[in-house]
T-cell receptor, first 112, second 117 residues
Framework: SQQGEEDPQALSIQEGENATMNCSYK?????LQWYRQNSGRGLVHLIL?????REKHSGRLRVTLDTSKKSSSLLITASRAADTASYFC????????????FGKGTSLLVTP | GAVVSQHPSWVICKSGTSVKIECRSL??????MFWYRQFPKQSLMLMAT?????????EQGVEKDKFLINHASLTLSTLTVTSAHPEDSSFYIC?????????????FGSGTQLSVL
């Protein structure tokens, strides 16, 4: 069942600006992951944050997790046109065999 | 490492025919694979969990007789859409749990775009 809800659904920014996407979920989790999908293609794993972590960085990506609010955010700094894609959060639970439940996604457009 | 290959990338078929999609883990053994479906501009919906050597576990609302899943080896899972109809047209993506030590992370195939005429 669909668990994550991202906002905004669509985001349009200019190169160099920061992009922030938010994700909320409903049940307990083992970890939360962010994926990127270019149009009509497979998914690329961006970052995984565990339930006992609050913040994680990877290059220009910064992810936060607030388990008390059941929410996460993905920040892309100094965005580039190549960052244009859809971004999905996904939650994972051990008792589901680590199957991922995906949110609805945020469509990011970065214009030069 | 941890590459998942999915074939075909796209397929067009006539209504009533069956289509088989393959998902292979190229450089690791995948005891568990997952099949997702994605309609245009929507999110990925989990269809089923495939475990090597056992029957697949289907999500509620997914017809197991229509979407046949076979996971006969540690590197190959197949999804067969039987008697396909236009409403089955969708983007199908497989994924595999990572190798030992990376099991929390899923590695995705590049997807198969199915168009049923």
């Amino acid at each position: 069942s669909q668990q994550g809800e991202e906002d905004p659904q669509a985001l349009s920014i200019q190169e160099g600006e920061n992009a922030t996407m938010n994700c909320s979920y409903k049940t307990s989790i083992n970890n939360l992951q962010w994926y990127r999908q270019n149009s009509g293609r497979g998914l690329v794993h961006l970052i995984l944050i565990r339930s006992n972590e609050r913040e994680k960085h990877s290059g220009r990506l910064r992810v936060t997790l607030d388990t008390s609010k059941k929410s996460s955010s993905l920040l892309i700094t100094a965005s580039r046109a190549a960052d244009t894609a859809s971004y999905f959060c996904a939650t994972s639970k051990l008792d589901s065999g680590y199957a991922l439940n995906f949110g609805k996604g945020t469509s990011l457009l970065v214009t030069p | 490492g941890a590459v998942v290959s999915q074939h075909p990338s796209w397929v067009i078929c006539k209504s009533g025919t069956s289509v088989k999609i393959e998902c292979r883990s190229l450089d690791f053994q995948a005891t568990t694979m997952f099949w997702y479906r994605q309609f245009p501009k929507q999110s990925l919906m989990l269809m089923a969990t495939s475990n090597e050597g056992s029957k697949a576990t289907y999500e509620q609302g997914v017809e197991k007789d229509k979407f046949l899943i076979n996971h006969a080896s540690l590197t190959l899972s197949t999804l067969t859409v039987t008697s396909a109809h236009p409403e089955d047209s969708s983007f199908y993506i497989c994924s595999a749990r990572g190798p030992t030590g990376r099991g929390e992370k899923l590695f995705f195939g590049s997807g198969t775009q199915l168009s049923v005429l």
